[in-house]
């Protein structure tokens, strides 16, 4: 929705994944002006981050997690987990992951957990300060 808005005209900017601006950026008709990830992406490297552009604290990226119900067994998890790190550090998929603009990386629940609890507080605060209504 968001591309068919700002190729359409209809908004001036849009914050979104490199990976599928991708192909309208390489059509000429989206200009990169900068990503908001820590580092640049290597799907774009020629786009500065917008930290190195003078703010510091605008840093954002999307991320994904694997997650098991509360109530799945503890063994469960015990084998779970291990198996998805090592996919995760896997050269191959690594790689195909790198292809789509997704950087892997693993951690163990309670380091996951403290991530994500991070940034909740880190979103909530954006938010509030912001100011923005959530109807």
């Given amino acids: 929705m968001a591309y068919s808005e700002l190729l359409g005209g209809r908004i001036d900017a849009t914050l979104t ?3 599928s ?3 309208h950026i ?3 008709k989206l200009r990169v002006v900068g990503v908001a990830s820590e580092a640049r992406s290597p ?3 020629s786009a500065p981050t917008i930290r190195e552009q003078g703010f510091p604290s605008v840093v954002a990226s999307g991320w994904y997690g694997f997650m098991v119900p509360a109530a799945t067994p503890p063994e469960v998890v015990a084998r779970l987990q291990p ?3 090592r996919a995760l550090d896997d050269p191959a998929i690594k790689q195909k992951l790198l292809d789509i603009g997704l950087e892997a ?3 163990p629940g309670p380091e996951f957990a403290r991530f994500i609890d991070v940034e909740t507080r880190k979103w909530t605060d954006v938010i509030r300060k912001a100011n923005i209504q959530i109807e």
Avoid: T
């Fill in 17 to 19: 994944a490199i990976s």
């Fill in 21 to 23: 601006a991708l192909p």
């Fill in 26 to 28: 390489e059509a000429g």
């Fill in 43 to 45: 799907l774009y490297p």
């Fill in 83 to 85: 198996a998805l790190l």
């Fill in 105 to 107: 990386s693993g951690a």
